[in-house]
């Protein structure tokens, strides 16, 4: 329990976007848990977010700027190479539908 609220301050503390919904909260804090909360407040989707732009900061959880190219779903193997994980993009799309709920 320690650890989620203290993920969510820091998330609290990189969101200057007053219209934030619980459900959009919900899903940020999801993702800084797997990924880190500097990194999703670093994000692309955060700074959408910030900006008032919510559909696509949303759609920027799971989905690169072309909006085909699938982010926040790799690991690095022993050899260095970035592999794409089906079930942490399946994630990530889950946070997105989470995210956009309140749209």
Not at 10 to 32: E, K
Request: glycine share 8%; aromatic share 4%; hydrophobic share 45%.
């Amino acid at each position: 329990q320690l650890v989620i609220e203290k993920g969510q301050l820091a998330l609290a503390d990189c969101l200057t976007n007053q219209r934030v919904a619980q459900d959009t909260f919900d899903a940020l804090s999801s993702h800084g848990h797997n990924v880190g909360m500097p990194s999703t407040c670093a994000s692309r989707a955060v700074g959408l977010i910030n900006a008032g732009r919510m559909a696509e900061g949303c759609k920027a959880l799971a989905w690169a700027a072309d909006g085909k190219t699938p982010v926040w779903a790799y690991v690095t193997d022993t050899q260095g190479r970035k592999v794409f994980v089906p079930g942490l993009h399946a994630r990530r799309l889950a946070e997105v539908k989470l995210c956009e709920a309140s749209l």
